[in-house]
């Protein structure tokens, strides 16, 4: 439950920047839509998708992880049980 929570508050954070990178401050106001509730949406639609996103991958990387450990670990298990003396 608490891996949850952590990747639920950086993923959320993680969010809140590529939205202030986005931001059109940034880009002198290059491209401002017509309505400003359109706007809002397209904020608010682009912020969850992006903690969506980010709260997939870190789920990947920690099952990536977990694959990579399991397959180090028999390696080094094998060994201990050649080593092992059986009566």
């Known amino acids: 439950m608490a891996q949850r929570i952590i990747d639920g508050v950086l ?5 809140l920047v590529s939205v202030l990178l986005s931001w059109p401050y940034w880009r ?3 491209y401002w839509p017509e309505s400003p509730a359109m706007w809002w ?7 969850l998708l992006a903690v969506y996103v980010f ?3 870190l789920g990947s990387l920690r099952t990536l992880f ?3 450990e399991q397959a180090r670990v028999p ?3 094998r060994d201990g ?5 059986r009566p």
């Open 81 to 85: 049980l050649a080593r092992e003396e």
């Open 28 to 30: 002198d106001f290059e």
């Open 55 to 57: 709260y997939i991958f």
């Open 41 to 47: 949406v397209y904020i608010a639609a682009g912020y």
């Open 75 to 77: 390696a080094s298990g």
């Open 11 to 15: 993923s959320a954070l993680a969010g």
């Open 66 to 68: 977990l694959h990579d």
